[in-house]
């Protein structure tokens, strides 16, 4: 297997939804502190889908990559569907990553829960407080 998909090439190069909204209904923020990725998502949800959805990722190219799938994947799915979310989905979305950025496709996901969480549990995180590079 390559060390890099063309997915994650591909998202890697071209990213979408970089940036974070404004006025976000509901943000989340995950980090790795062993190898130092970080992904923010930023979302509007109307009434239970995720209607609108942003990232910022710091880290490996892997992280920026999968934070750029989520967006597009995420985006239109209810929060109940984003809940069963799992890591080995993640990987299947980016193409397969390498065994040594496989934990990235489990931030992705640890992500996502988190995002559904505080949507759940009207939790607002200080996205100001997060580096904004």
């Not at 959805?53 to 892997?62: D, N």
Request: charged residues 15%; glycine residues 8%; hydrophobic residues 45%.
């Amino acid at each position: 297997m390559p060390r890099f998909s063309a997915t994650v090439i591909d998202h890697f190069t071209n990213p979408r939804n970089s940036g974070r909204l404004v006025d976000a209904d509901v943000s989340a923020f995950v980090g790795n502190p062993v190898c130092g990725d970080q992904i923010l998502l930023t979302a509007r949800v109307s009434g239970d889908v995720v209607a609108e959805l942003m990232f910022e990722a710091f880290g490996c190219s892997a992280s920026l990559a999968v934070a750029s799938i989520l967006t597009e994947r995420l985006a239109g799915l209810s929060i109940s569907a984003i809940e069963t979310i799992e890591a080995d989905q993640i990987l299947q979305w980016s193409g397969g990553l390498a065994p040594d950025q496989q934990h990235v496709a489990a931030l992705g996901a640890d992500v996502a829960h988190r995002l559904v969480h505080n949507h759940c549990n009207g939790i607002q995180e200080d996205v100001n407080a997060i580096p904004n590079n």
